[in-house]
């Protein structure tokens, strides 16, 4: 990691109404719009669906990080996210994100290590620590010979033959 602190930059350009875009310098520019719950056309990245997206992709960042300096190994993560916009104290905000992070790992990989890392990852995620919440977390570990996500969870693996 470069020392800090770190400097971003994003510019967006949109008119009145309809869609806008938001570009960074050596990135593909993204097409965002207000979500079909405030009225926007539902087809395109809303703030909203970034901020969750932007939680989910640092916590995955930073999983990778501490399983590497820890020297822990897994085969896969996939992760359901889930926000939740209310009032709250006069204003509209997020008041809940709930991350699912499903990790797949080997066969007698240390499942409890495994999920003390994922609880690290979320507490040192930038994001998270960024918000005026807390993130919760519902950790779930499998163990899959094939490295995919929807590989059988431990319990189901000692049933099978």
Known sequence: MKPLPH???????????????????GLPDLRVAPPADFDGPGDAWSPEHLLLASVEACFMMTLRAIARASKFSFLAIEMAGEGTVDRKDGATRFTAIVLRPRMTVADGTDRDKALRLMEKSEKACLVSASLNFAVRLEPEVLVGRDGGCGAPSASAAALEP
């Open 7 to 25: 400097q971003y930059e994003a510019r967006l350009v949109g008119g009145s109404e309809g869609y806008a875009t938001v570009a960074s310098a």
